[in-house]
């Protein structure tokens, strides 16, 4: 399988892009980060990434008239940059079908719960609210339907006692930037197989020694 060449979607803080430069720059993710692109100019993880030497594109999504050709510019920006894979970190614009379809299989979202639990926006709220007392973060392949598609590894991370929004928030972070390189690593390695709308993991040990779920506390 030849070398992934990614293009990392964001619209701000950028710390899960921070990961995954992190993890191909120290070898566990066999790819190379072609392009850090936003939606706003403003998003702090830009300067990080300029800083690391990769190339940064801005794309103002109120330039444009409508969603579709906001996506259009995206694609000619992802194809100028010789990008074949797609990385969303953070990235807060709904994308259409189009621009789904043309990526299909070749884009992955990082979503922070254990879905299909709590998708969509003010998730950590919501968890809180329903008294979850497990939550976590997903790493998927990209669907029509807001987070929904293929799951390829999940974390959980236990909800305590006196949580509010941001301790939980900061809690889930953390075990996504653990999730997301592992994550990708996996898809660089070409082990990861789309069978129906599930992803097979090809060789992982029965007894779940190379554990695609990180517990709590682990
Ligand atoms: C993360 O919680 C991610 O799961 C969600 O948006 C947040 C982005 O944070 N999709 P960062 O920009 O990667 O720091």
Known sequence: MARLRLAILISGRGSNMRALIGGCREG???AE???VLSNKAEAAGLRHAAGAGIAT???PHGDFPDRVSFDGAIDRALTTAGADFVCLAGFMRLLTP???AKWRDRMINIHPSLLPAFPGLDTHRRVLEAGAKITGCTVHFVRFETDTGPIIAQAAVPVLPGDDETSLADRVLAAEHRLYPMALSLV?????RIEGERAVIEGLSADGGEALLINPGG
């Open 98 to 100: 189009g621009f789904i």
């Open 188 to 192: 660089a390695e070409g082990r990861v």
């Open 33 to 35: 980060v072609a392009l």
């Open 57 to 59: 594109k801005v794309i």
């Open 28 to 30: 566990l993710i066999d």
